[in-house]
């Protein structure tokens, strides 16, 4: 039996076909090469499958397995059941990690010994330009135990994390109750109160795919599964010290969900709009500029109301 390879590289896939090879090809173009690439399939109906076997076939490091009907949780905890590696990289169908991704990671873990979970900073990419930095240079990269802020966002793009695979015992899997693409961030947290110690490498390794279909472009929706994160959490958590901190994080996403809710009626029922922001300052008080919003969107026409209510909707628009 061959030695295990030093990292487990997990990929779920559903319909990639159109992405799959440029993501695969990104693994293959890494400077450190001793790894094992693991792509869970669940059950796709264009030629992603068809892909993905030409590569295991050409290169022995590639290994699928077909799982129909399994989302993206069960996917990747199928592949780390699998993995035979010290760490575990995830990659996303559609990302693509620039050459020396693995090989800064490793580094890293070598000279910070007590960190678990390493990560990078990432671009946001929409398969041919750059648009941004997630990290900008102003913006400090978590480090050391996070769970603080971690929950107040999801603070990790999950093609640019790399743990290790002790972290993945016991019951702590992907969630497959989480349809709404925050089931890595649910995990994130609950890795945190188990002792998850970050570092992260400032330079942008991974190109995070940004586009119409994938999820992070649901406002609504996203903010649904904050809610259900925090909900969970709250009710599971072990440390009474941070109970008020989830309380607080599901009291501003509950708010947001208000206003994601007002969005749609700008154009149709722009009368029940000041309605839902009053809600949402009333959940989340500490958002002061909420509560001005609620004024300019009822501020008398004849005083100029209906410009600033129209400001007020163009915000809501751009923001939710």
């Given at each position: 039996m061959t030695a295990p390879p030093q990292i487990s590289i997990i990929i779920p896939t559903l319909n990639v076909a159109g992405v799959i090879s440029e993501t695969l090809e990104s693994v293959q173009r890494q400077t450190f090469q001793n790894f094992e690439a693991i792509i869970v399939?669940?059950?796709?109906?264009?030629?992603?499958?068809?892909?993905?076997?030409?590569?295991?076939?050409?290169?022995?490091?590639?290994?699928f397995v077909l799982q129909h009907g399994s989302d993206i949780s069960t996917a990747r905890n199928t592949a780390i059941q699998r993995a035979r590696g010290e760490w575990i990289a995830f990659l996303d169908a559609d990302d693509v990690w620039l050459p020396e991704k693995l090989e800064r990671q490793i580094e890293l873990a070598r000279k910070e010994p007590r960190a678990n979970f390493l990560f990078t900073?990432?671009?946001i990419w929409d398969g041919r330009r750059d648009s941004a930095i997630y990290y900008r240079a102003n913006h400090p990269l978590p480090d050391g135990d996070v769970v603080r802020r971690?929950?107040?966002?999801?603070?990790?793009?999950?093609?640019?994390?790399?743990?290790?695979?002790?972290?993945?015992?016991?019951?702590?899997?992907f969630d497959s109750q989480f349809l709404n693409g925050c089931e890595d961030w649910d995990l994130w947290l609950r890795l945190a109160e188990r002792g998850l110690w970050a570092r992260g490498e400032r330079e942008p390794l991974?190109?995070?795919?940004?586009?119409?279909?994938?999820?992070?472009?649901?406002?609504?929706?996203?903010?649904?599964?904050?809610?259900?994160v925090f909900e969970k959490n709250l009710r599971v958590t072990q440390r009474s010290e941070l109970r008020p901190l989830y309380r607080r994080s599901l009291?501003?996403?509950?708010?947001?969900?208000?206003?994601?809710?007002?969005?749609?009626?700008?154009?149709?029922?722009?009368?029940?709009?000041?309605?839902?922001i009053w809600r949402a300052w009333l959940l989340y008080p500490r958002k002061l500029k909420?509560?001005?919003?609620?004024?300019?969107?009822?501020?008398?026409?004849?005083?100029?109301?209906?410009?600033?209510?129209?400001?007020?909707?163009?915000k809501l628009i751009q923001k939710f």
């Open positions: 399939d669940g059950g796709s109906t264009d030629v992603s499958a068809a892909i993905v076997r030409q590569f295991c076939k050409n290169d022995p490091r590639f290994s900073n990432y671009f971690l929950i107040r966002n999801n603070i990790f793009g999950t093609s640019s994390v790399f743990a290790r695979r002790e972290l993945f015992k016991d019951d702590c899997q991974v190109r995070y795919r940004r586009w119409q279909h994938n999820k992070s472009n649901q406002k609504l929706k996203t903010v649904l599964g904050d809610i259900q009291n501003f996403a509950r708010a947001k969900l208000e206003l994601a809710r007002a969005r749609p009626l700008v154009e149709t029922q722009p009368a029940a709009v000041p309605a839902f909420w509560l001005m919003w609620f004024a300019l969107v009822v501020w008398p026409k004849f005083l100029g109301g209906g410009a600033t209510a129209r400001i007020i909707h163009r």
